[in-house]
């Protein structure tokens, strides 16, 4: 590979891949790839796996769990890193990701699948958090854009392999070994980046960060799960899931900055809105695959097309923000990313009602809905860990990497949690259920529009 020069000093241009940050590239994006494959994976089977496991009861809460127990992983490693830097939480997230793997994949019941995706969760947002540490401190300022870039582009492989390899593995061996197998995978991944973690300096001054945190951090998470839970009832259970939704509020305020659940501007609106991405896009995604099953009567090979071009979409949508650089604002690509998800969810809200109502719909429209919808997080989801990396100082590091990944993977469990809630109750009035979960996810895209609008704008 010819290098580069910059055009004024004629020294070497540093890239992601020069000899400096070769192999930490290199082992973040395996992790990023595998990762993926398993997010790709697991929606691809989850049918599958909730038919075998006799648990469509609990199909949205197996796609909670992860993202709200990660929250107490998140929390966990965003301390652990600003006291005594990334080595000790890194090594300790992959070992917990694949506990969560390994339990999952040998799951006897639905229950107990659930939990492993509980014990993967807390691995997996403790990884994360890791990884946006290790981007802080291993690349400058005008590298880190191209390294979240990076990271969507590591979808694009399990993009186009995953769902289809997971169909045929689930076909040919069980869906377990859909679970099983990455787990070698990531013992690859964890052997090129554990290196560069080591050489890390333990943070002279470690912050204030109280071990309180963590407890809200658990409070939050088993408020969510709860919620749905609970609100799938009637009655008094009702009235529970309104009390664990305020727990939720009560946890989620320490863990974020102050005024982000209110769309407060600057920071806190840039972490809102990565919370809002996410959980209007993930629970749209969560029932894509079943309801082109169900509706569509796709195979899950046939549904699964639906992620492939999902993914290679995203992360050629989040290349184009990256090499646009600063020629288009953060700002501007929250507000541009946030407005095209919002068009592509109604998009496929409006696609699935008609279908629902008995319209002939081909299955290419709320595919092709659903591919709008990732142009604009492929846009602007990247663009939310540069803004948040800017507003970042070495003391609050762990932090604010913690808080943004608490909002996007605790937005998401919500979302979910209260999809479950909706399409439990539209079964409950006899209605098809998946109109109810696709007006949800637009109604959060909303939201995420107006508090978008918010983050270029500094606090005052």
Do not use: K
Request: hydrophobic fraction near 55%.
């Amino acid at each position: 590979m010819t290098s580069s020069t910059t055009p004024d000093t004629g020294a070497p241009r540093e890239r992601l891949l020069s000899p400096a940050y070769a192999t930490t590239t290199i082992g973040l994006f395996s992790l990023i790839v595998f990762a993926a494959f398993e997010s790709m994976a697991v929606t691809t089977v989850m049918p599958t796996v909730a038919r075998g496991l006799d648990g469509f009861d609990l199909y949205a809460l197996a796609f909670a769990a992860p993202f709200a127990s990660g929250v107490v992983g998140m929390v966990a490693a965003g301390m652990w890193t600003d006291r005594r830097g990334p080595l000790q939480p890194l090594l300790a997230s992959l070992a917990t990701f694949s506990l969560g793997l390994l339990v999952c994949g040998t799951a006897p019941a639905m229950e107990v699948f659930v939990l492993g995706r509980v014990v993967q969760g807390v691995g997996s947002g403790a990884m994360i958090v890791v990884a946006y540490v290790l981007v802080g401190l291993v690349y400058p300022a005008r590298l880190q854009g191209a390294v979240f870039a990076s990271f969507a582009a590591a979808w694009v492989l399990p993009a186009l392999f995953g769902p289809g390899v997971a169909a045929f593995v689930a076909h040919a061996l069980g869906w377990r070994w859909v679970f099983l197998g990455i787990v070698v995978l990531v013992a690859v991944a964890a052997a090129l980046v554990t290196g560069t973690a080591r050489r890390q300096p333990v943070p002279e001054d470690p912050g204030s960060a109280s071990p309180a945190r963590l407890g809200w951090a658990v409070l939050a998470a088993g408020a969510v799960l709860a919620l749905e839970l609970l609100g799938s009832g009637t009655g008094l259970t009702l009235l529970a899931a309104a009390g664990a939704f305020v727990l939720v509020v009560v946890g989620l305020r320490p863990l974020l900055p102050p005024g982000t659940l209110s769309g407060g501007r600057g920071l806190p609106s840039v972490i809102a809105t990565r919370g809002l991405l996410a959980a209007s896009f993930f629970c749209a995604e969560a029932y894509i695959v079943y309801v082109l099953q169900e509706r569509w009567d796709l195979t899950p090979g046939q549904a699964g097309i639906a992620l492939t071009c999902v993914g290679v979409v995203w992360a050629s949508a989040s290349q184009v923000s990256s090499r646009l650089g600063e020629r288009v604002s953060n700002g501007t690509a929250l507000r541009f990313g946030t407005a095209v998800v919002l068009l592509g969810l109604t998009g496929i809200a409006v696609l699935v009602w008609l279908r629902s109502g008995g319209t002939a719909v081909p299955a290419a429209a709320p595919v092709a809905a659903y591919v709008l919808a990732s142009v604009g997080m492929g846009f602007a989801y990247p663009r939310t860990g540069v803004a948040m990396l800017a507003a970042t100082t070495d003391e609050d590091r762990g932090f604010n990497s913690s808080a943004l990944t608490v909002a996007d993977s605790l937005g998401a469990a919500l979302a979910l949690s209260v999809s479950g809630i909706a399409y439990a109750s539209a079964e409950r009035a006899d209605l098809d259920p998946f109109p109810a979960v696709y007006a949800l996810a637009v109604a959060i895209g909303v939201l995420g529009v107006l508090v978008a609008a918010r983050a270029a704008r500094p606090a005052a």
